[in-house]
C-alpha cells in the first residue's frame, strides 16, 4: 500500500531511516506522520492502524528508540513488541496486527462464552462413527 502525497517520484523511504538525517527522524516525534509512515509500512491505513488503539502506545515505544528501523516498526505493529523485547504492554500482542491479518483471535484473549464446549465449533461436522452414545451403564 501506498499513501498519496506530494513526494517526488525518487523519494526513497529508506532515507527516512537513517539517523544521520536527522528532519527525516525528526519527523516522526509527530504522531500523524509516525501513522503515516506506519501505514505504508504495514499496509494498513491510518484509521485501521489508530482502531487498534495502539498508536500513542507504539509511538511512545518507538520514540523510546534511538534507531528507527522500519522492519522494528512493523514487527512491533505485527506482533505488539519491538523485535527482542518483551510486549510494550499486556494488551499489545493482542492487538497485533497479525492477527487482523488472517481473521483470528489470539488464543487465550478473549473467552468463547459459557456452554460453548457443548457445541461443534462453526462450520464443523459432527462425526457419525455408528456408535451409541455411552449412557453410564444404564442399560447393563
Not at 491510518?46 to 534507531?67: F, I, Q
Request: charged share 25%.
Amino acid at each position: 500500500m501506498s499513501v498519496s502525497d506530494d513526494r517526488p517520484a525518487d523519494y526513497d523511504l529508506a532515507e527516512r531511516w537513517d539517523p544521520v538525517v536527522n528532519e527525516y527522524v525528526d519527523a516522526l516525534a509527530d504522531l500523524d506522520e509516525f501513522l503515516r509512515v506506519c501505514a505504508e509500512l504495514t499496509g494498513f491505513d491510518v484509521p485501521e492502524l489508530r482502531s487498534t488503539g495502539m498508536a500513542d502506545e507504539h509511538h511512545r515505544t518507538t520514540l523510546a528508540h534511538r534507531v528507527r528501523d522500519e522492519h522494528a516498526l512493523v514487527h512491533l505493529w505485527y506482533v505488539g513488541a519491538w523485535p527482542g523485547e518483551a510486549p510494550s504492554s499486556a494488551r499489545a500482542h493482542d492487538r497485533g496486527l497479525v492477527w487482523r491479518t488472517f481473521h483470528a483471535v489470539p488464543p487465550g484473549s478473549a473467552a468463547p462464552g459459557h456452554g460453548s464446549w457443548a457445541e461443534a465449533p462453526r462450520g464443523a461436522v459432527a462425526p457419525d462413527n455408528g456408535v451409541a452414545p455411552d449412557n453410564g451403564g444404564e442399560d447393563r
